[in-house]
């Protein structure tokens, strides 16, 4: 059965800190890893990773992807109040498998 | 550019009753998938249209059945609604060949069972 596994669950930190969110899975017939932001509604595009070692960035976030661990992490620097939201991982096979996200919350 | 649209916003129906949600895809796209999110979850995937058909389906019941539109809309019908159907419906839509294509989310449908 598919799985994905996201760490930690929930996470709180001040503004400035560097966090590292973690995404782990075993999913048949992978194709590529996304990962989303998700505030109040919908979530929102960050990353599509489809080879392993090739970091991806915008602004203050990046993310690797490592297929031969299967796991991938998702690195925010300098963060601010902003950057509160839940983060979702999603492998991608013939469908999106959504991990349960990792909470993060940034206080002034 | 209109992005994905759902509606209705909000929706409380008691047990029993049937709903159903609607979506509009993103303009350009023509596959649309549906999620539940129940709190304090991920989206769980329900299924997938694309050309008018059911092309994926994950693990939920009969109870939940879908559409398709020439004009790539969709609808997502639940029957005989639970209590545990409340969770916050979302529609997301991408190109066709979605293995290289984001998808993209709308801002969800959420629905209460009384």
């Known amino acids: 059965e598919d799985k994905v596994v996201q760490s930690p669950l929930s996470l709180v930190v001040h503004e400035g800190d560097t966090v590292t969110l973690n995404c782990s899975y075993e999913v048949t017939n992978f194709r590529s890893l996304l990962w989303y932001k998700q505030e109040k509604k919908a979530p929102t595009f960050l990353f599509m990773l489809?080879?392993?070692?090739i970091e991806k960035k915008s602004g203050r976030l990046s993310s690797i992807l490592d297929k031969k661990e299967l796991f991938s992490i998702l690195n925010i620097t300098a963060t601010q109040t902003g950057d509160s939201a839940i983060y979702l991982c999603a492998p991608l096979a013939y469908k999106y498998i959504f991990g349960t996200g990792t909470r993060l919350k940034v206080l002034a | 550019d209109a992005g994905v649209t759902q509606s209705p916003t909000h929706l409380i129906k008691t047990r029993g009753q049937q709903v159903t949600l609607r979506c509009s895809p993103k303009?350009?796209?023509?596959?649309v998938s549906w999620y539940q999110q129940a709190l304090g979850q991920g989206p769980q995937f329900i299924f997938q249209?694309?050309?008018?058909?059911?092309?994926q389906r994950g693990n939920f019941p009969d109870r939940f059945s879908g559409h398709q539109f020439p004009n790539y809309s969709s609808e997502l019908n639940v029957n005989a609604l639970l209590l545990g159907d409340s969770a916050l419906y979302l529609c997301?839509?991408?190109?066709?060949?979605?293995?290289?294509?984001?998808?993209?989310f709308g801002d969800g449908t959420r629905l209460s069972i009384l």
């Open positions: 303009s350009g796209h023509d596959t």
């Open positions: 997301a839509s991408s190109p066709a060949g979605t293995a290289n294509q984001p998808q993209h």
């Open positions: 249209y694309y050309e008018e058909e059911e092309r």
């Open positions: 489809t080879s392993s070692g």
